[in-house]
């Protein structure tokens, strides 16, 4: 029972470059979000699909783009990597009746 | 919500005695209200939540947390920790049934044995 997969789980990337973050669920889940988690921070949310075909941007969008590819997967990609956008990244999938959200391992992303 | 505090960012605790943590949020509407755990280089998981009914939630691992209206508070308890339960702990908050929620910074548990 995979859940929420996502990959890769470390990247270290020079200022400039870009890079995508796969996710994906295997929950028949409707709504899929990114976040990124920062010291003292909480976590803060980057984008959002409400469903297949829909993507929204949440509390800090800047810099960022995504794909909801299918129901499974949605995508996260950084054009050109800052490094303000050093942060682990958790992508998740919410159940619309419980409201739970389910949470992939993270990615740690390094910005030089 | 326009905000959720957790008062504590580091909670030092012996082993085996009560914890608290604690959580109050700002809103003037009605909320749905979450507490997720994360261990040490884990992905976050579901604790516990109120959704609505009994303001006495009872979740994983011995935790419970109360829904405090007037006092706009959902604090975590367990009356005795176990070295298992070091990890940072997250309240959030939800003001719609779109469960798009607003995350308080975290508090690390730390039990001491």
């Known amino acids: 029972n995979a859940g929420v997969t996502q990959t890769p789980k470390f990247q270290v990337l020079k200022t400039g470059q870009s890079m995508t973050l796969q996710c994906a669920q295997d929950?028949?889940?409707?709504?899929m979000y990114w976040y990124r988690q920062d010291p003292g921070m909480g976590l803060r949310l980057i984008y959002y699909?409400?469903?297949?075909?829909?993507?929204d941007k949440g509390e800090v969008p800047n810099g960022y783009n995504v794909s909801r590819l299918n129901k499974r997967e949605f995508s996260l990609r950084l054009e050109s990597a800052a490094p303000s956008q050093t942060s682990v990244y958790f992508c998740?999938?919410?159940?619309?009746?419980?409201?739970?959200?389910?949470f992939g391992e993270g990615s740690r992303l390094t910005v030089l | 919500a326009q905000s959720v505090t957790q008062l504590d960012s580091q909670v030092p605790v012996f082993e085996e005695a009560p914890v608290e943590l604690r959580c109050n949020y700002s809103?003037?509407?009605?909320?749905?209200l979450f507490w997720y755990v994360q261990y040490p280089n884990q992905g976050l998981q579901l604790l516990l939540k109120?959704?609505?009914?009994s303001t006495l939630v009872k979740g994983i691992n011995g935790f419970e947390a109360e829904f405090n209206k007037s006092q706009t508070s959902f604090h975590l308890r367990k009356p005795s920790v176990h070295i298992s339960d070091t990890a940072e702990y997250f309240c959030?908050?939800?003001?719609?049934?779109?469960?798009?929620?607003?995350w308080g910074a975290g508090t690390k548990l730390i039990i001491k044995p």
């Open positions: 998740a999938s919410s159940d619309y009746r419980t409201g739970e959200l389910f």
């Open positions: 929950m028949n889940h409707n709504s």
């Open positions: 699909s409400a469903s297949e075909g829909t993507t």
């Open positions: 809103s003037s509407v009605s909320v749905y």
């Open positions: 109120y959704l609505s009914g």
């Open positions: 959030a908050v939800s003001e719609n049934s779109n469960y798009q929620l607003i």
